[in-house]
């Protein structure tokens, strides 16, 4: 409906851009097929149409000078089935989206009664977010992913390593700066992509497990502004 709307109003813009056009001419009030035409291309330029790529475009300025790779030493991880509610993009097509709503997700992510968020520790310098866009043309969307190389070879970090084999995930990571992201998601959770694990050779390269996990969306990993519910669903809050 707003398309159809969007539509009828640039055909009348056109005409009365047509006739303004071709005012000076012998025939005022019926503008020819050109002067139409050029018309429809001036409205079609000062009308937005919902859908139209880059309606939101701004300027670009210089990061801030809080610009620090790297993430924070904690990963967040739930399992996708436990969770009760999830944020949301805004809609992608929504003339009133704007650049800084565009990948923002929208409210907190609850879990089911007993259930919450786990951490798990990253040796710094060696956890890592990117993204990557894929996609031929016309199909493109984004690849999320999260590497995080955990230090020893505990029960623990063996137990989790077998646990997360098929298993959907949701993950949360922060940079530096205190943003915050989100890899899976409604719909789409993250899975494992890659995962080795073992001793090591020499005495300094110690044990540890490099783990990964991907995801889609039509945005690069979201922002995320809700707490991370680290205790039981109904026993307190998160963080």
């Known amino acids: 409906m707003k398309q159809i709307f969007a539509i009828c109003t640039i055909l009348f813009l056109g005409i009365m851009l047509g006739a303004a056009i071709a005012a000076p001419t012998e025939l005022p009030m019926l503008p020819t097929v050109a002067t139409v035409t050029a018309g429809l291309f001036i409205a079609g330029f000062q009308t937005k149409v919902e859908g139209v790529a880059g309606s939101a475009f701004v300027n670009l300025t210089k990061a801030s000078r809080n610009n620090m790779g790297g993430l924070k030493v904690k990963l967040y991880f739930g399992k996708y089935d436990d969770v009760a509610t999830w944020p949301t993009l805004p809609d992608q097509e929504s003339q009133s989206v704007t650049i800084e709503t565009l990948a923002t997700l929208t409210g907190d992510i609850t879990f089911n009664t007993g259930k919450c968020m786990f951490e798990m520790y990253g040796t710094p310098g060696e956890i890592e977010l990117k993204n990557t866009l894929i996609g031929d043309t016309d199909a493109q969307s984004f690849k999320q992913e999260v590497s995080v190389k ?77 707490s991370i519910p680290l205790t039981p669903a109904g026993s307190g809050s998160g963080v």
């Open 150 to 226: 955990h230090p020893g070879l505990a029960a623990k970090l063996i137990g989790f390593c077998a646990a997360t084999n098929n298993e959907n995930l949701v993950l949360i990571v922060e940079r530096h700066n205190g943003t915050k992201y989100m890899v899976g998601f409604e719909g789409m959770p993250a899975t494992k992509a890659s995962d080795e694990s073992g001793s090591g050779k020499k005495v300094e390269d110690g044990a540890a497990a490099t783990i990964s996990f991907v995801s889609y969306g039509p945005t690069p990993a979201p922002i995320y502004t809700g």
